[in-house]
């Protein structure tokens, strides 16, 4: 199976610091690039998402940047908060013509907050 | 709106026994999706279908596990005989799946965690 690398395995920053997530991908045929935040004893639940076609995306303190020919694409957390304290997953996929979609996750970064 | 919805939350059995997990995914999804998520690791596709067919069940361990849509709807993932690594998590998710409609993300419900001893 394709692999998609994340690192670092964990995270801790200061309340109010920048946390930065990175994401390596193998399939240049990807064309879906989301972000999933997991809290304990929660399913992961969709966080941001980018497509290839732009190099950033930004939602409130959440910002994806997109590196397409170096097969990277990064999360930053800015103005960190202890309740972000949480597991992140990159995710790699392919959208298909049929409407569905297919997505292989990275191993996951525990990020803790501290305040 | 209603969630996907999983049961059991929890299931502890021992290794050659069988177990059954349910999935209600979100109204009107046609896409679903069986995770297996193994502690510290992140999930892992097991099965995918689209309406009541299957879409990629290629990591799907089909010597002991099995999954069906019956009517393109609920769903059931089983194995049998459970082996010990087989404790993990097991993570139901549904997306819309329409052409045109598909904004690509999927809905996790909370989980079924497996224990075998």
């Known amino acids: 199976q394709q692999q998609v690398k994340q690192s670092p395995q964990s995270l801790i920053v200061q309340k109010g610091g920048i946390s930065i997530i990175n994401c390596a991908y193998e399939?240049?045929?990807?064309?879906?690039f989301p972000w999933y935040q997991q809290f304990p004893g929660k399913g992961p639940a969709l966080l941001i998402a980018?497509?290839?076609?732009?190099s950033e995306k930004k939602e409130g303190r959440f910002t994806i940047s997109f590196n397409k020919s170096a097969k990277q694409f990064s999360l930053h957390i800015m103005d960190s908060q202890p309740g972000d304290s949480a597991t992140y997953f990159c995710?790699?996929?392919?959208?298909?013509?049929?409407?569905?979609?297919?997505?292989?996750f990275g191993a996951g970064t525990r990020l803790a907050v501290h305040p | 709106e209603a969630g996907v919805a999983q049961s059991p939350r929890y299931k502890i059995i021992e290794k050659r026994q069988s177990v059954a997990f349910w999935c209600n995914p979100i109204?009107?999804?046609?896409?679903l999706y069986w995770y297996q998520q193994i502690l510290g690791q992140g999930p892992k596709l097991l099965i995918q279908?689209?309406?009541?067919?299957?879409?990629?069940d290629s990591q799907l361990p089909k010597d002991r596990f099995s999954a069906e849509r019956l009517k393109g709807v609920d769903s059931t993932l089983k194995i049998q005989p459970a082996k010990l690594e087989d404790s993990a998590v097991y993570l139901c998710?549904?997306?819309?799946?329409?052409?045109?409609?598909?904004?690509?993300?999927?809905?996790f419900g909370e989980g079924s965690r497996l224990t075998v001893l």
């Open positions: 998710a549904s997306s819309l799946g329409y052409l045109n409609a598909n904004t690509g993300e999927l809905f």
């Open positions: 109204s009107g999804h046609a896409t």
């Open positions: 980018i497509r290839p076609d732009v």
């Open positions: 279908f689209q309406n009541n067919g299957v879409v990629d």
């Open positions: 995710a790699s996929g392919s959208m298909f013509s049929g409407g569905y979609n297919k997505l292989i």
């Open positions: 399939n240049t045929a990807f064309d879906y």
